[in-house]
Antibody
């Protein structure tokens, strides 16, 4: 069965960096893009960016551009999200999610499987 | 950037009620609109995609409608397991995405 298993909770100080991993299983890794979504303490969902697991191309939300880097290790079937210059406003649960497409347009997709979430707490 | 606004932010209803949640886009998004349900401590789960297509396995009491800028998620007869938070999601070209702020559905 399809699974996305994320790394554990992290506690970081302001100004530090964090790297969250997302290990995929149960499907052909390079056939499905992976996105990252943050859920803040107020429960708001925020889309961060995505990676084409086949060729490594990435795209980021303007809000996170320059501070977030998404990479993948095809042999390890794992996607990574690296965020720098953390502040308390980065506290939240970070999810990876696989997409599926329902038509040929790059607008036609939804998140069909999610990782369990990784809590990142930024506090001095 | 396109903004997605859900209303109401929270809603109290009873088992058996018919409930409608609205999601409004700041400009036309055709039908590139998905709906998710999230229960406490769980990950979001897809209910509806392309504004009105029911995901396989989702109960038929859930339905989606709308196009352009105004969209709805309707639950025809609320069940106890439907009390959760609902999010709309706009998907755009190059696989970009924006979520609404969520609607929390509580038991009256």
């Amino acid at each position: 069965q399809v699974q996305l298993v994320q790394s554990g909770a992290e506690v970081k100080k302001p100004g530090a960096s964090v790297k969250v991993s997302c290990k995929a299983s149960g499907y052909f890794f390079s056939s499905y893009d992976v996105h990252w979504v943050r859920q803040d303490p107020g429960q708001r969902l925020e889309w961060m960016g995505w990676i084409n697991t086949g060729n490594g191309d990435t795209k980021y939300s303007e809000k996170f551009q320059g501070r977030v880097t998404i990479t993948r290790d095809t042999s390890a079937r794992t996607v990574y999200m690296d965020m720098t210059s953390l502040t308390s406003e980065d506290t939240g649960v970070y999810y990876c999610a696989r997409i599926d497409r329902y038509c040929s347009s790059t607008s036609c997709f939804f998140f069909d499987y999610w990782g369990q979430g990784s809590l990142v707490t930024v506090s001095s | 950037d396109i903004q997605m606004t859900q209303s109401p932010s929270s809603l109290s209803a009873s088992v058996g009620d018919r409930v409608t949640i609205t999601c409004r886009a700041s400009q036309s998004i055709n039908n590139y609109l998905n709906w998710y349900q999230q229960k406490p401590g769980k990950v979001p789960e897809l209910l509806i995609y392309a504004a009105s297509s029911l995901r396989s396995g989702v109960p038929s009491r859930f339905s989606g409608g709308g196009s352009g800028t105004d969209f709805t998620l309707t639950i025809s007869s609320l069940q106890p397991e439907d009390f959760a938070t609902y999010y709309c999601q706009h998907t755009s070209s190059s696989y970009l995405s924006t979520f609404g702020q969520g609607t929390k559905l509580e038991i009256k």
